[in-house]
């Protein structure tokens, strides 16, 4: 009952969808879920191709629903050690073996400490142009300039309206950025937030330490992301020099048998983007699999046995 093929960790969309792609595979797979989606604060997902505006549980419990067709098993726990070999220790006791382990962990927003900004996360406090810019069009805006990541951001929000203003609070703006900011349209305003203004469970806009108070619809803010990977550290994959682990175009680790896929290596995946990475894993790991099986059967083969 303990022994898969592969067991994945995470149950996310990079997770689930390479565990449909190996359940269909016939391969005997598990899928540990802590249930901690990094998109659970938002009421909607955009740019996913059939699923545009579908809110973000519903799209798990699809998946979730899709990969038990294929007699995949779905365990409700944590992950607290992988050892060599590929012995897979869960917070509640179970002890799972492995032939291969794909790690689906994501990554986790570290929000600046500004009052109201985590309490609005995911409603009209908002991280990605691309998932939410459409929904907040034409409408006044601010980025808050608490990450260099910020002044693009900016730049981009411009797309969607031309009410855009870039709060510097306490990043050292360069000049050529302060520059390329106002030639496009986005006024930089000085001085230190405060707060967030809210009022009847409403987004009403920014207050600086001075007094001031700014009307804003919506507010865009650039986290720190910093990935879910002890796993994987724990395993002793590489990293690059940003501190993220190393993998190939399939997800494969610098580690035999040890694959990744979605934010746990790319900040920068959406949901549709880290679906992708998982069934270009999945796929991955089956034919490293079917390499093995035939170099199994090959030596009973030599020894006189019978081929699989």
Not at 104 to 115: M, N, Y
Not at 121 to 143: I, K, N, S
Not at 172 to 201: F, K, N, W, Y
Not at 205 to 213: I, K, M, S
Request: hydrophobic letters at 45%; charged letters at 25%.
């Amino acid at each position: 009952m303990n022994r898969h093929d592969v067991v994945i960790v995470g149950a996310g969309a990079a997770g689930l969808n390479a565990a449909l792609l190996l359940g269909r595979a016939r391969r005997k797979v598990a899928v540990i879920d802590a249930g901690e989606p990094r998109n659970a604060p938002a009421e909607h997902m955009h740019g996913f191709l059939s699923r545009d505006g579908l809110p973000p549980a519903e799209l798990l419990e699809l998946g979730r629903a899709e990969i038990a067709r294929y007699g995949v098993r779905l365990v409700r726990s944590r992950v607290e050690r992988i050892d060599h070999g590929f012995t897979v220790r869960l917070a509640d006791g179970q002890v799972l073996d492995a032939r291969r382990i794909l790690v689906a962990t994501g990554l986790r927003d570290e929000l600046p400490a500004i009052p109201g900004i985590r309490e609005r996360w995911g409603r009209d406090v908002l991280h990605c142009p691309y998932c939410h810019g459409y929904e907040v069009r034409d409408r006044p805006l601010a980025v808050l300039g608490t990450h260099p990541g910020a002044v693009h951001q900016a730049l981009l929000l411009r797309q969607w309206s031309d009410d855009v203003l870039f709060l510097r609070h306490a990043l050292d703006l360069a000049p050529e950025d302060r520059e390329r900011l106002e030639c496009h349209g986005v006024r930089v305003v000085e001085g230190t937030i405060a707060r967030l203004a809210v009022e009847d469970d409403r987004l009403r806009g920014v207050e600086l330490a001075d007094g001031r108070a700014i009307p804003r619809a919506a507010v865009f803010v650039f986290p720190r992301m910093v990935p879910h990977d002890e796993l994987l550290t724990g395993l002793g994959c590489a990293r690059d020099e940003g501190g993220w682990a190393v993998t190939d175009r399939t997800g494969r680790t610098s580690v035999p048998g040890v694959w990744a896929a979605g934010n746990v290596v790319d900040p920068r995946a959406q949901v549709v983007t880290a679906a992708g990475m998982g069934s270009a894993a999945a796929i991955a790991v089956n034919g490293d699999l079917v390499e093995e099986d035939v170099r199994r059967s090959a030596e009973r083969h030599a020894l006189g046995g019978e081929s699989r």
